[in-house]
């Protein structure tokens, strides 16, 4: 792990709608790492990876990147700088085809013999999706969706990952599969930020984890440690 | 003797303005209930045609001028006739939003211009002329549009007062929330709409024999957007905004035109002053739009909110408001619930939702007993709101019923819904916002009164009673949720707490025997969180109601709850006590996972 | 005899149906992304057709504040046509800046941006009205140069003809729809700009710009805009100009009937429109410009999402 941290968010402060939804937020991701945001809906999660990636206007603090200060760069920016957010529910574009999802991720990037080649690795990863590239996204299932979605934001080549509840209303059988495609990014040394609903599977992938509460970070801490923590089930259950 | 000179000069122009001011309040009427009608030149050409071929053909006059008597009676056919074209139009086009709407009216004008121009009873393209005269000089109009006028302006003033005006601003304010009050959406679109095109009916009979000629350009596309600027530009937030952009936009091309005459000018400008009407128009269209979206005359200009203006001072607010008993007592006039008879409060019988391809809601059922916290909780996306959503009538099921007290309420629309007692508050707040605390309050009662229109707009006394009735108790509710301070505010103003609370007091008002709360925690702290189960405790018992409450804290829920159901996936997997749901295996896992 | 009067009927409706087509592709494309109907693509169609109209060299009335001027140049009709259309694009994009811009900015509602564009519609109309007059001007005869004047479909013995100029307008029409259709479907910008329409949100996070894009589809929609009133203006005459907003109403009729936002909808909705109207018998042929309105009026009614449009889109 390098010394100087790939992206850290410093004093985080979300409001929107008269509500605050960050209230102050410290974290930080090293090269390499698989980080995940833990906590119950509503604790802030999806607003601290939707501030990252831009879609959400700061009220405070700082996002530093790579060394650099992003606070204020705008979200296509952000993306052209190596960090790609496969956002919350999929969000596929339903009326183009799963090829031209794929083709579409690579829209900051210019190299267009080397898109195509990345279309197809990604294809060939993704055997499920190769059948159907043609197809509409649209008529994919739920899983094959997520599959494109984690695929479409990695054909930017993006150094850091923020992916967005990946196992959300998927059957567990696919959530199986999505989680040992997160094991197989990690492998590879994709830096991931990870926010999710099931604790316990996304500890088990990780290692470093931060718990969510009311906007704040309750507890933090490596993830063997956090899945033995009663306090991470006690912000969950109460 | 020189006022009298003056008037004469420019007799034709006063009377011009004044049929201005009145057809811009034509399209103001529907607007108040946030529908944009550009229909209105269509009426006016109806009411002017109906005019011109009875003072022409069939009703008798003398060497070119007709008594006042047949004018009346072409005002009143012109009004009837209208206001029939428009319930049969209007009914079926009222079910579009926004645009769409906007689209079938000017469709509908566009139609109306071609068929009078080919029809041989208009006189084709030719139009009528020669159409008598009821008064000797231009500026006897004034007789008949004045007090038209000043009346319409008097009724403006006092609908925007009363249950029916208090319903129509609901409606474009928030049309779901408006519904979710019990106000019934096509009823009262279908009346705004009516009403416009009596008035712009009325208007086009005066303006046949005003003009002494009627013809199919008087019913087209750009006189719709004359009258968008009177109300854009004068104001389209008051009534009086339209009167004033009326009179202005008409006085000012001949301000213009007198202007030009003034020697010296260079021909450009003098020749853009004569003509250049529409280019101001447009031009003051594009950028009003842009900086004063509400136009000159606001609200805040006349001094804010009325009537609430400190609620300290005088006679609005009661000496005496103990939140207790008269609150109680206004509430509680449904029948108290037969416990022999054994039939639930609620019952939700394998109710299953689909949209967007996903199942939502999946063969739940469940039922609520009369007097207890019921909770509902479960990951995000497991279908809670949708439950919520099909409950009030805003979602159809693909399945299942929906029993209340005995009654079916599967499919209902909201507002009938809210009649039968049922009474929400939303996941994202649904508050009138631009309006104030108090006319929220008071929306929130538009069931518990009965006055319509006409005795609201006439003041007669049962509508006041009603009015101070619904107001002691709005008064009494906003006291009892420690926002009586800031009943003059506009919603949209309030700090999050006080929004959450007065959402839960509008709730209130409805006098329901049951409370739905979506998500009412959101976004709070842990001090607020305790303040909500405080007071959810205390209206419960207060208000003797039956309360279901979706909530994400789980904390929270366990604490208030008499019992909890937990859905995941849309289908329900537990449903009990809290400290059972708790425990159970099922539960945790799909709340932390395996 | 019938037949021959069909076949023209037939034709004419086609090529009419096209420039609708090409007109309301102008809405279209600006509604899909968004959401907003733009009313000064009619004042765009007017302007368009002035434009070339100017650039051909012709000499504008004695009505207007520009009476009897011409511009110094005088350029072959194709090259008008798509100077004036380039033209109207670059106006399309002004536009977009000074007037539409400002409103997204606060985000205003649909309907507030509507009715501005209708202000600018008409200030923009009564501009030209002021600076050119409001006579009718046709362009110079024979804007093809050798090409006859008209050309037979039938045969030898039962002739049935129809002017060049409506055939030529006609495959112009086909040749930029087929363009515009390999540019939605075909190229990278082209899908930037179906994703922006279905998910702006989504195409942020892939790096898509909108702001530019929304720009280029204000170029590319005013270019139709500007397009199609050429050709109006050629098939017929420039008949002044206020027939611009007509024109704009009877596109509103088009896109709504092929379903918003729909751009095959709009091709389809543009033709079927076209047709209608040719096909109204001679009897009544003064109701013609009723047809479009009539349609509009029964489709909100029964179908408000138009023929291709998605069930349900018409709900805010």
Known sequence: ?238 | MIAVAFLTTYGFLIVSMTLAALLALSLYIPFLAGQLSLASPGFYALGGYIAAVLATRVLPSAAGSSPVSALLLEMALAAVASGLLAVAVGVPALRLRGIYFALATIAFVEILRVVSLNLDITGGAVGIFGIPQPFASQLGYLWIVAPLLVGTMVVMWRLERTRAGRALVALREDELAADAMGINPTYYKTLAFTLGAMLAGVVGAISAHFLNTWNARQGTFDASVSLLAFVLIGGSRTFLGPVVGGLILTALPEVLRAAADIGGLPAWIARFLKEGRLIIFGTLIAVGSVFFPRGLITPELLGGPRHFRDPRRGSERPASTDGGPSARAASVDRPRRDAASGVAHLAVRRVSCRFGGLTAVNDVSFEVERGEIFGIIGPNGAGKTTLFNVITGLARPAGGQVVYRGDDLTGRPPHTVAARGIARTFQNIRLFGGLSVMDNMLIAQHLRTKAGVVSGALGLSVARAEEQGIRRRAWELLERVGLADRAGEAARGLPYGDQRRLEIARALALGPATLLMDEPAAGMNADEKRELSGLVRAIVAEFDLTVMLIEHHVPLVMGLCDRIAVLNFGQLIDLGEPEAVRQNPAVVEAYLGE | ?316
Do not use: C, W
Not at chain 1, 29 to 43: M, P
Not at chain 3, 69 to 96: D, H, W
């Open chain 1, 1 to 238: 792990m390098s010394a100087r941290p790939l992206l850290e968010l410093h004093g985080l402060d979300v409001r929107y709608g008269g509500i605050q939804a960050l209230r102050g937020i410290d974290v930080t991701v090293h090269a390499g790492e698989v980080v995940t945001l833990l906590g119950a809906n509503g604790a802030g999660k999806s607003t601290t990876l939707r501030s990252v990636s831009r879609l959400v206007d700061l009220h405070a603090g700082r996002i530093v990147y790579d060394g650099r200060d992003v606070t204020r760069l705008r979200a296509d920016a952000i993306v052209r700088l190596g960090i790609s957010h496969v956002p919350e529910g999929r969000r596929m574009l339903s009326k183009l085809s799963v090829l031209d999802n794929l083709l579409l991720g690579a829209y900051t990037r210019s190299d267009h013999r080397q898109i195509r080649e990345d279309a197809d690795r990604q294809l060939r990863r993704f055997p499920r999706l190769a059948e159907r590239r043609s197809q509409m996204a649209g008529t994919l299932s739920g899983g094959e969706q997520q599959m494109l979605a984690i695929a479409r934001g990695l054909m930017s080549r993006p150094q850091l990952l923020l992916l967005d509840e990946p196992s959300l209303g998927l059957a567990p059988l696919v959530v199986r599969e999505i989680f040992s495609i997160i094991r197989e990014l990690r492998a590879a040394g994709v830096t991931i930020l990870l926010v999710e609903q099931n604790a316990n599977l996304a500890l088990q992938h990780a290692d470093r984890g931060y718990v969510l509460e009311s906007g704040r970070i309750a507890v933090t801490g490596p993830a063997l440690e956090l899945l033995q923590n009663t306090d991470v089930r006690r912000a969950y259950l109460g």
């Open chain 3, 1 to 316: 005899m019938t037949r021959t009067l069909l076949v023209q009927q037939f034709l004419n409706g086609l090529a009419i149906g096209s420039v609708y087509a090409i007109f309301a592709l102008g809405f279209t494309l600006v509604f899909s992304i968004l959401r907003i109907i733009n009313f000064a693509h009619g004042a765009v169609f007017t302007l368009g057709a002035y434009l070339t109209y100017a650039l051909t060299g012709s000499q504008f009335g004695i009505n207007g504040l520009l009476a009897n001027a011409t511009l110094g140049v005088r350029l072959p009709f194709p090259l008008a046509l798509i100077g004036g259309s380039l033209l109207a694009g670059l106006a399309g994009v002004a536009l977009e800046r000074v007037a539409f811009r400002p409103l997204r900015a606060r985000g205003a509602d649909p309907l507030l941006t509507l009715v501005s564009s209708l202000g600018v519609a008409v200030a923009m109309v009564n501009v030209m009205q002021y600076l050119f007059g409001a006579e009718i001007y046709s362009f110079p005869p024979r804007p093809f140069g050798n090409v006859p004047p008209a050309v037979n479909f039938g045969s030898e013995a039962t002739p049935i003809p129809v002017r060049s100029v409506q055939v030529i307008i006609f495959l112009v029409s086909v040749a930029v729809l087929a363009v515009l259709t390999y540019l939605i479907h075909g190229t990278r910008v082209g899908k930037a700009l179906r994703a922006v329409a279905e998910d702006p949100v989504t195409a942020r996070l892939l790096g898509i710009n909108t702001d530019r894009l929304i720009v280029f589809t204000f170029f590319i929609s005013s270019v139709l805009g500007g397009l199609a009133g050429t050709l109006v203006g050629l098939s017929v005459s420039i008949a002044g100009p206020y027939f611009g907003i007509a024109f704009g109403l009877k596109g509103l009729a088009v896109i709504v009937l092929g379903g918003l936002g729909n751009i095959p909808g709009t091709m389809l909705g543009g033709l079927l429109i076209g047709l209608a109207e040719s096909f109204v018998p001679s009897q009544h042929v003064a109701y013609r410009d009723a047809v479009p309105f009539a349609l509009l009026f029964v489709v909100l009614l029964v179908r408000p999402y138009g023929l291709l449009g998605e069930a349900g889109s018409d709900r805010a």
